[in-house]
T-cell receptor, first 112, second 110 residues
Framework: KAGVTQTPRYLIKTRGQQVTLSCSPI?????VSWYQQTPGQGLQFLFE???????NKGNFPGRFSGRQFSNSRSEMNVSTLELGDSALYLC???????????FGQGTRLTVV | AQRVTQPEKLLSVFKGAPVELKCNYS??????LFWYVQYSRQRLQLLLR??SRESIKGFTADLNKGETSFHLKKPFAQEEDSAMYYC????????????FGSGTQLTVLP
């Protein structure tokens, strides 16, 4: 069974640009969550999608958005990038709420 | 609101010594508690969850609802246990997202 796949693995962007990250969950998993991981703040919840609907949202500005497609694949978009957005972005998929989450390897975003 | 606190950022123990990683939580309902581990250069993975009551790699964790704690314990630490450990909580109803603590970096010294 293939694991959670995130693309790309690494990204370098300039301040003010926008970026789209992609996550393919484990087959059969309908829940996809996104997290931002930084040395200072640890793992912070961005949002969760379930069956194409955003179910929960963390405390991030509106520049951070996401969506989920009918095949459960999810994308996360960050507009007007800031230096502070440099982080490892992790995607996790679950069968449903309350169950074990499986994580991808992450996308390392560097904003210069 | 749900919150997870891991008071120790860094923890070092010698090989063969007991280890306890602390986790306290705040949640008004009945949460599901998890411990996740991230070994160097590997992805975050589940170590154990409280409802399964399993012992994984010699680690156990007991949910103490009175003290709102879910400490992770191992009687004899091994060098391969060195990793970053995260305690996480999943709520109920509309709050089923996983909320993580800030993590504890465990180093097991030879």
């Amino acid at each position: 069974k293939a694991g959670v796949t995130q693309t790309p693995r690494y990204l370098i962007k300039t301040r003010g640009q926008q970026v789209t990250l992609s996550c393919s969950p484990i087959s059969g998993h309908r829940s996809v969550s996104w997290y931002q991981q930084t040395p200072g703040q640890g793992l912070q919840f961005l949002f969760e999608y379930f069956s194409e609907t955003q179910r929960n949202k963390g405390n991030f500005p509106g520049r951070f958005s996401g969506r989920q497609f009918s095949n459960s694949r999810s994308e996360m978009n960050v507009s007007t990038l800031e230096l502070g957005d440099s982080a490892l972005y992790l995607c996790a998929s679950r069968v449903g709420g309350g169950t074990e989450a499986f994580f991808g390897q992450g996308t390392r975003l560097t904003v210069v | 609101a749900q919150r997870v606190t891991q008071p120790e950022k860094l923890l070092s123990v010698f090989k063969g010594a007991p280890v306890e990683l602390k986790c306290n939580y705040s949640y008004s309902g009945s949460p599901e508690l998890f411990w996740y581990v991230q070994y160097s250069r590997q992805r975050l993975q589940l170590l154990l969850r409280h409802i399964s009551r399993e012992s994984i790699k010699g680690f156990t964790a007991d949910l103490n609802k009175g003290e709102t704690s879910f400490h992770l314990k191992k009687p004899f630490a091994q060098e391969e246990d060195s990793a970053m450990y995260y305690c996480a909580l999943s709520g109920s109803g509309s709050a089923r997202q996983l909320t993580f603590g800030s993590g504890t970096q465990l180093t097991v010294l030879p």
